[in-house]
């Protein structure tokens, strides 16, 4: 019997309601694939300043330590104590010294369009193709975000002082290596294609990441290999979102194609995302999570959707505990929920036939009967 200890964080705002719905649906895991999941909550975010003084308490620190994966929900809500400073609030204090601390270079930030929702796309119909289903896959702990030097200096420039900012692009053949495995691990669980960007015809970190990645490619011989410039590839995801499965990019290129990629879901209440650290007698330790924030609007009135919570869970067992069948259980689950009309007010249209607006709890309920 499989089993897994599990820290679950779910922080501020709607956190608490969206990780109730989740935990729901663990439960129904639990008995339908016969695993044991050793589920403990901890406080974090502004939770974690009210009961212990930090947004990440030591003894949360202590509890993802001991635990093979962290279920977090967000953390941060803007309008709280201004006095207390940008180092010590939930966004850096918690998550940021998380993803360090347990060295979680690969975010995966899966987008699939249900083909219910595709008057939610911003795209037109006929550009949808066959549907959009991406699995982006990005190095989260290099680049250019971490390079050194990164400053902000004085020089003489024509004889008068002005300020000069240096960020530096740094990749070395072992980081791209083991974020390119990643990519193509997940494209074996899925239509087994890789799209890697880069920009191999300005930077020389672009020539070294295609040089490796293709090489890397020869023991993935099953996965088809190709490689877009990001600029194309940023162009490509509007105008033919179908033709990929996995994009494999660098930092910066990432950031800005996975959100990119995401507004193509039409809602942030749908998207999950995991944030992967090294395999150790295989098991990967990741901390997962919504790819939206605490919505602060909406929070405590039981209109968040907790799908994007839910499907982090699906991609925990996945990618945590090699409970690929489970994982795609939930999936299917959600898919059916969504086919059978149930929706929360992000993705509700009145002018869509046959659906009804739900609550957290009752979207949550429907998934966890069609699981
Ligand atoms: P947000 O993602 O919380 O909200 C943006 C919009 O999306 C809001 O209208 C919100 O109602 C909606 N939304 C988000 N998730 C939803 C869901 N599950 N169901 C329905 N609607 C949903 O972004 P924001 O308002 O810019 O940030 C609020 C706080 O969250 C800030 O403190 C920010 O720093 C924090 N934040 C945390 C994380 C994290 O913990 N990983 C990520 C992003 C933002």
Redesign the pocket.
């Known amino acids: 019997m499989t089993s897994g200890d599990i820290a679950v964080l779910s922080?501020?705002?709607?956190?608490p309601e969206?990780m109730r719905e989740a935990v729901k649906i663990l439960r129904v895991i639990e008995k339908k694939f016969s695993v044991a999941l050793r589920l403990t909550e901890a406080p974090v975010?502004w939770a974690g300043i009210d009961a212990a003084g930090r947004a990440l308490p030591e003894a949360t620190l202590a509890l993802c330590k001991k635990s093979h994966a962290i279920l977090?929900?967000?953390?941060?809500?803007?309008d709280r104590d201004p006095t207390i400073p940008k180092e010590e609030r939930?966004?850096r204090a918690?998550?940021l010294r998380l993803r360090k601390e347990f060295g979680l270079f690969a975010n995966l930030r899966p987008v699939k369009l249900p083909r219910e929702l595709a008057r939610a796309c911003p795209l037109r119909p006929e550009r949808q193709g066959g549907g959009v289903d991406i699995l982006v896959v990005r190095e989260l702990t290099g680049g250019l975000y971490f390079g050194q030097p990164k400053k902000t200096e004085e020089i003489t420039c024509d004889g008068r002082r002005v300020r000069r900012a240096i960020d530096t692009m740094v990749y070395s053949t072992p980081e791209i290596e083991r974020i390119a495995h990643v990519a193509f691990g997940a494209a074996r669980l899925r239509r087994k294609k890789v799209t890697s960007i880069d920009k191999a015809n300005v930077l020389e970190n672009g020539v070294l990441w295609r040089e490796v990645v293709t090489a890397l490619g020869k023991q993935y011989a099953d996965v088809a290999l190709e490689h877009l410039f990001v600029d194309n590839a940023a162009m490509q995801l509007i105008l033919k979102p179908a033709q990929f499965d996995v994009m494999l990019c660098e930092n910066m290129f990432g950031d800005i194609l996975s959100d990119e990629a995401a507004a193509l879901a039409g809602?942030?209440?749908l998207l999950p995302s995991a944030s992967l650290g090294a395999t150790s007698r295989e098991r990967t330790f990741g901390l997962y999570?919504?790819?939206?924030?605490?919505?602060?609007?909406?929070a405590g009135k039981n209109?968040?959707?907790?799908?994007?919570?839910i499907l982090s869970a699906a991609l925990m067992l996945r990618y945590s505990f090699g409970l690929d069948a489970a994982a795609a259980a939930i999936e299917e689950a959600v898919a059916r929920t969504i086919a059978a009309g149930f929706r929360?007010?992000?993705i509700f249209s009145s002018k869509e036939a046959n659906t009804r607006q739900v609550g957290s709890r009752e979207i949550g309920d429907a998934i966890a009967a069609a699981l």
């Not at 790819?291 to 909406?298: H, K, L, M, Q, V």
């Open positions: 922080g501020d705002g709607i956190g969206v975010g977090f929900g967000s953390v941060g809500l803007p939930p966004e918690a998550l809602s942030l209440g999570e919504p790819a939206g924030g605490t919505a602060p609007d909406i209109l968040a959707n907790p799908i994007a919570q929360t007010g992000d």
